[in-house]
């Protein structure tokens, strides 16, 4: 495992003690990751398209894979097809039926929490939540509470509170010096947020839960804590109305 040395800021550093080496957490020896691309942000109604969950080592390597492109039974908004390049032609010509498509993706991330490998998703109430609702939709069982999840928009707030700019996942992978080279493209971005994740894990190692159970519990509160916060924001801003709130269930709603 790597580690992460610190100084005493401010002291010559010929005189000044190193604080003791800090591991990285212990899982980031391998992190499960999760992607969807879809038809539009309503996760009550919108429909998966292309979807990716795979595994990775230590070092960020991929070491497992899998990827699926469904046609969802909708038109596709042309919106969304500039987002992530898929058309309704497309989808209806080379993707697979969506009940499969999301069965097996549900199956796929199942099989990782049930063996305890958190899994990294961006903005993870998001695509949790869609998943959810498509499972529901086509009479699968669905994930209730996916546990333990790793979220690294949270973190990332968590840490880095006060940073200006947009915390979207090419953003912050720029910020963190993750290549992301295909935004938008569920593989990709799902490989790049679970290298964000690890270089999250690489910065922030004295500060951070050793385990990814106790990561996924503090993650609730600090979820909860941040959108508390964006709602006192856009209330003052007048872009909610004060009886409004910004949902913080994390990692799911």
Known sequence: MSAVSHTVSGMDQSTAEPLPLFATPDWVRVVGVFDLETTGVDVTRDRVVTAHVGLLDATGRAIRSQDWLADPGVEIPAGATAVHGITTT???????????VVEQVVHALRGLLDAGI??????APYDFSLLKHEAVRHGIPPIIDPFPVIDPLVVDKRYDR?????????????????RLDAAHEASADAVAAGRVA????????????????????????????????????????????????????????
């Open 90 to 100: 497309r989808a209806r010509a080379e993707g697979r039926p969506a009940r499969e």
């Open 118 to 123: 958190p899994v990294v998703a961006y903005n």
């Open 162 to 178: 006060y940073r200006r700019g947009k915390r979207t996942l090419d953003v912050v992978a720029a910020h963190y010096a993750v």
């Open 198 to 253: 690890q270089a999250l894990a690489e910065r922030y190692a004295p500060w951070l839960p050793e385990s990814a159970r106790e990561l996924h519990t503090q993650q609730v509160a600090w979820a909860r804590a941040q959108a508390a916060s964006l709602t006192e924001y856009f209330v003052r801003i007048g872009r909610i109305d004060p009886d409004d709130e910004v949902d913080g269930r994390w990692p799911i709603r």
